[in-house]
T-cell receptor, first 112, second 111 residues
Framework: QKEVEQDPGPLSVPEGAIVSLNCTYSNSAFQYFMWYRQYSRKGPELLMYTYSSGNKEDGRFTAQVDKSSKYISLFIRDSQPSDSATYLCAMSASISFQKLVFGTGTRLLVSP | DGGITQSPKYLFRKEGQNVTLSCEQN?????MYWYRQDPGQGLRLIYY???????QKGDIAEGYSVSREKKESFPLTVTSAQKNPTAFYLC??????????FGPGTRLTVL
């Protein structure tokens, strides 16, 4: 079993839809959680960075962490065609010189 | 203009050749990392360095080597011992109490 599980998709939605992307994990030591967006043939770009449980909002993006269920989510409101990309979740047990564990990524397609 | 640069963007290797991928950062980050990305497998850590002149193996270090002679630079050599080197290689860096930021990547293809 992988330490971090993420549905590869693709997830296809119409423009304006609310998108929910999810990861589950098995290591209860994880405390730091990230979401990266990666366009085709580009490096990952940090979207959201959260610590422990709770919600964090940044514009159209909301990150949610439920440590009791070992489940994290990224919500995208009013999705746009420019949101079409692969979304990677990542997590770490330590803040110092993090050894990140990544999900395999979910490919999102937003159609106009 | 701060950031992480990787060169070249595309690299082709013949069988038996060693090739070196460049990674430079001007963010004054202490730590630097190399990952390999293959379809359906996510990012896997090859090597990381927390300080100049020191580095540690990641999960898939066999067939790779690195050096960290300067804080700004962390080159990766893919040796002929790496049997399946075709992949997308990503360099990242981080400050001591922050997450990682990535460069644009180098796509390596074996001919």
């Amino acid at each position: 079993q992988k330490e971090v599980e993420q549905d590869p998709g693709p997830l296809s939605v119409p423009e304006g839809a609310i998108v929910s992307l999810n990861c589950t994990y098995s290591n209860s030591a994880f405390q730091y959680f990230m979401w990266y967006r990666q366009y085709s043939r580009k490096g990952p770009e940090l979207l959201m960075y959260t610590y422990s449980s709770g919600n964090k909002e940044d514009g159209r993006f909301t990150a949610q962490v439920d440590k009791s269920s070992k489940y994290i989510s990224l919500f995208i409101r009013d999705s746009q065609p420019s949101d079409s990309a692969t979304y990677l979740c990542a997590m770490s047990a330590s803040i110092s010189f993090q050894k990140l564990v990544f999900g395999t990524g979910t490919r999102l397609l937003v159609s106009p | 203009d701060g950031g992480i640069t990787q060169s070249p963007k595309y690299l082709f290797r013949k069988e038996g050749q060693n090739v070196t991928l460049s990674c430079e950062q001007n963010l004054n980050h202490d730590a630097m990392y190399w990952y390999r990305q293959d379809p359906g497998q996510g990012l896997r850590l090859i090597y990381y360095s927390q300080i100049v002149n020191d580095f540690q193996k990641g999960d898939i270090a066999e067939g790779y080597s690195v050096s960290r002679e300067k804080k700004e630079s962390f080159p990766l050599t893919v040796t002929s011992a790496q049997k399946n080197p075709t992949a997308f290689y990503l360099c990242a860096s981080s400050a001591a109490a922050d997450t990682q930021y990535f460069g644009p990547g180098t796509r390596l293809t074996v001919l």
